[in-house]
């Protein structure tokens, strides 16, 4: 089995335009050094398995430059690196080289300069392929798209399977980066909440309908239709579906049907009754006694009130409650509540009632701004032709008072802005969740139903 990446290599320096004058020292700083790291001996262990085509191991570099230069194409991306990783102990460091060489052969040797470096650092032999971006043939430029990515993973699985290793049947792709780190950190991702909501579903039902039902009242819509290639889940009224083995394959329809037939055959009592009593008794409204004032309470409304109530929903008002928010899309916010507080904090400070309230703050926050800069401006000519050190010493001190005003109006400038972007989508949130309770309410009923038919037979 092996995986397969490739990314495009910039020039770091080339934004500072002063210093990119001079190509000797920037133009060609990144190829170094993926050149240098790729032929690391430290990582090979042996030189032998460095390898160029169409170029010299030893002299790849030079002779890349050398292409760019003879064709006047010495910018943009100075070259493509590739990765193929193998599963730990399928190959010999020999086997990893010469796939890796056949690999750069079939995609690019008739026409771009290749590296070759199997790494021998980690327990999965890995191989790094340096292109260089200009063609030693035409000097085109290599064209970094999808079907190069799909070209370069269909052409490692038939040399994969030409070498009888195993093969990635089902390629999951590559999860957003911020999903990733925050699926590790443990956090409410939509992923996450899916592998959950199937989880509780296996360990409560024990038919393709229970099933069904208990997705539903956590909120997502189940489709294992025969006609489909794959069984997909999804939030229910959303338009994108996940297909279920790209969750994992604890979570595809064998396992699940595996699971489901066990429950049926083994399983003690009624894990889905269960289910329905304990969904009954965590939303239910318990019985409490309320001393009632005589005078009415004041009502908490605009931006602030619906803030409150969002909160409410969440789960986060009042402090130290147990009550779990319903739909997934408000288990999924509890990711913002920091970005939440901020926008809570600023509507009560500045009492704001509505969202017209809050546009009007930013304009007067931006002709604010620019009032503290116009006086900063002033500081600094001041500064340039001060010669007191007393003097001096009092307009850094003001200089560093303007500049502190600045990074506070720009932080409440942007937490303001975040009000107006968010405000649809907490409103959608709340209606979410105001349909779910009526969706378990309904299932818990029909359950009862279920009960009192069979008591009566």
């Known amino acids: ?37 790729a032929g690391n001996k430290e990582k090979t262990e042996n030189f032998y398995f460095v390898s160029g085509i169409n170029c010299d191991a030893d002299k790849a570099y030079e002779q890349m430059v050398h292409v760019k230069k003879h064709f006047g194409k010495m910018h943009g991306n100075v070259a493509y690196h590739g990765y193929q990783s193998f599963r730990p102990g399928e190959v010999t460091p020999q ?31 890995h191989n790094h392929l340096l292109i260089n971006s200009v063609s030693y043939v035409d000097g085109k430029k290599f064209n970094d798209n999808k079907k190069a ?37 443990g956090e409410p991702t939509k992923y996450n909440l899916m592998r959950d909501a199937l989880d509780k579903a296996m360990n409560s039902a024990r038919t393709p309908e ?135 904090r600023l509507i009560s400070k500045y009492g704001f009632k509505n969202l017209d309230d809050v546009t009007s703050f930013i304009s007067r926050t931006y002709s604010v701004m620019e009032s503290i800069k116009a006086d900063r401006n002033r500081i600094y000519n001041r500064l340039r032709r001060c010669n007191d050190p007393e003097t001096e010493s009092q307009l850094k001190s003001q200089r560093d008072e303007c500049t502190a005003k600045l990074a506070a109006l720009r932080k409440e400038l942007k937490t303001a802005e975040h009000i107006l972007e968010d405000n649809p989508k907490i409103r959608e949130e709340i209606s979410k969740e105001q349909q779910m309770k009526p969706l378990q309410q309904e299932i818990i009923k029909s359950e009862i139903k279920k009960r009192e038919r069979e008591r009566c037979r």
């Not at 993973?153 to 590559?174: F, M, T, W």
């Open 95 to 125: 086997q990893c080289h010469e796939i890796g060489l056949k690999l750069a052969r079939q995609l690019w040797g008739e026409r771009y300069q290749v590296l070759v470096a199997t790494h021998l650092d980690k327990d999965h032999l």
């Open 1 to 37: 089995m092996a995986t397969t990446k490739i990314w495009p290599v910039h020039d770091s320096l080339k934004r500072l335009v002063d210093y990119a004058g001079n190509p000797e020292k920037t133009e060609y700083s990144d190829l170094r050094n993926t050149l240098h790291y």
């Open 210 to 344: 229970q099933f069904e039902k208990v997705l539903r009242s956590l909120g997502y819509e189940f489709n294992y239709n025969p006609s489909r290639k794959y069984a997909t889940i999804k939030l229910i009224g959303s338009k994108k579906a996940v297909r279920l083995y790209r969750l994992g394959e604890k979570y595809d329809l064998p396992e699940i049907n595996r699971r489901l037939d066990m429950n049926y055959r083994y399983g003690i009592g009624s894990p889905f009754r269960n289910y329905c009593s304990r969904l009954a008794k965590n939303h239910s409204a318990p019985a409490l006694r309320i001393k009632v004032r005589q005078r009415a309470t004041r009502k908490i409304g605009g931006l602030r009130g619906l803030y409150y109530h969002y909160c409410y929903l969440l789960g986060y008002l009042p402090r130290g409650t147990k009550r779990k928010p319903l739909s997934p899309e408000m288990r999924e916010a509890w990711r913002r509540l920091d970005r939440t507080s901020q926008q809570i």
């Open 149 to 185: 990515y799909y070209d370069m993973r269909d052409a490692s699985d038939r040399l994969c399977r030409e070498y009888g290793l195993s093969v990635i049947e089902k390629p999951r792709g590559q999860t957003p980066r911020s999903i990733y780190f925050a699926e590790k950190n």
